[in-house]
Each structure stands twice: as C-alpha cells, then as structure tokens.
T-cell receptor, first 111, second 114 residues
Framework: SQTIHQWPATLVQPVGSPLSLECTVE??????LYWYRQAAGRGLQLLFY??????ISSEVPQNLSASRPQDRQFILSSKKLLLSDSGFYLC??????????FGPGTRLTVL | KQEVTQIPAALSVPEGENLVLNCSFT??????LQWFRQDPGKGLTSLLL?????REQTSGRLNASLDKSSGRSTLYIAASQPGDSATYLC?????????????FGEGTQLTVNP
C-alpha cells in the first residue's frame, strides 16, 4: 500500500530564516505530487504540483519554491520566511486523473 | 476560474440523524469531484471520488452524488455518530491540467452531539 510522509510535523521559525519541508511517498512510482497551504479562514490553496522529476508548476506567485530531486520526494523551500508564510502545509500525491491522497501536514509558525 | 462553495459552513446535529452536506461549483467541465474529511490539526482523508461520468458513489454510511448540469454535489451521511464530527471538504478536479488541479471549498464543520 502507498503511504505519504511529511516532516517536520511542526516548525517555529523566525522571520527571515530559511525553510525546508520534505514530503516522501512510498509504495508507488512516478506519482503526481502537490503542495497545498491551509491558512486559517482561507481554505486550501494549491501552491505547486509536479508530474515528474524536475518538473514543477507554480500556481501562485509567492515567497516559496518547490523541487523534486527524486521520483518520490517533494521539497518546499524558502530563502527568507515572511509572517504571512505561517500556515498548515499539506503534501499530496495522485495518479493522473485520479484520487488525491494527503500527508499528515506540517504546522509552520513564523514569528 | 473554478469556484467551489460549501453550505452550510457549520452544522450541529444530534446523534442518529441523517444529514446532507452541499457543494456547488461554477464550472461544470470537471474531471471528478472528491469529498474529504479533516480532523483538527490533521491531514485530509479521502472519503469518496466521483468521476464526471458517474452520478453517485457509496461507502458505508456515506453517499455522494454529482449533478454536473446544475453544478452540485451532495454528501449524505446516514445515522450520524459523534465520531463523524470533523470538517468535510469538497473539491473539483479540472481537465485543463490533466486533473492535477483541485479546487477546494471552504468546508463544512460538522458536530454530532451524543
């Protein structure tokens, strides 16, 4: 069966510090991968998605970037965090045209 | 641009009641519609996926329907239990990016009282 992992589970970072969140998927190959952010009162927003290694599509202009160095690894990064980057970050995977499955999430607080 | 709306935003019911959660979407050119459950501080758990060619899907006490022509989907929960308390999210998948882009509603926060 497939499983999806995210770490860290929680993170508290000062404004201006760098960020690296990691997501890995097990039990499948060549998945589509996604990063979402869920901010309080604002619903779930798609940030990036990837259909293959090195292929990243950005949905919204922002302070964040994503990379896919391996088939089942998806990384969300920032060089300098802003207060507005606080939120709950969710990684998901799917097959093309199919159901999406979500990871447990990372709670990021920027102070 | 697809917009997904969920009504009501919050719902509180006594245990044992049957209930309906509503979801509407503005662009009927969807590939599929997916319902999720989210417990506080947790990730999303997929409940049901309805392909655009389907009318409904059932899993246990849950039944989801899809009416593309009217831009609506409903999630029916039979014989509700306190363990059903959670936020329920509806999402539609667009065809323009090979189904990769999900657009979410704001969710319905359900409380089932014992």
């Amino acid at each position: 069966s497939q499983t999806i992992h995210q770490w860290p589970a929680t993170l508290v970072q000062p404004v201006g510090s760098p960020l690296s969140l990691e997501c890995t998927v097990e039990g499948t190959s060549n998945p589509n991968l996604y990063w979402y952010r869920q901010a309080a009162g604002r619903g779930l927003q798609l940030l990036f998605y990837s259909v293959g290694i090195g292929q990243i599509s950005s949905e919204v202009p922002q302070n964040l970037s994503a990379s896919r160095p391996q088939d089942r690894q998806f990384i969300l990064s920032s060089k300098k965090l802003l207060l507005s980057d606080s939120g709950f970050y969710l990684c998901a995977w799917s097959r093309t045209f199919s159901e999406q499955f979500f990871g447990p999430g990372t709670r990021l607080t920027v102070l | 641009k697809q917009e997904v709306t969920q009504i009501p935003a919050a719902l509180s019911v006594p245990e044992g009641e049957n209930l309906v959660l509503n979801c509407s979407f503005t662009d009927s050119a969807i590939y599929n519609l997916q319902w999720f459950r989210q417990d506080p501080g947790k990730g999303l758990t997929s409940l049901l996926l309805i392909q655009s060619s389907q009318r409904e899907q059932t899993s246990g006490r849950l039944n989801a329907s899809l009416d593309k022509s009217s831009g609506r989907s409903t999630l029916y929960i039979a014989a509700s239990q306190p363990g059903d308390s959670a936020t329920y999210l509806c999402s539609s998948s667009g065809k323009e990016t090979s189904g990769s882009r999900l657009t979410f509603g704001e969710g319905t926060q359900l409380t089932v009282n014992p």
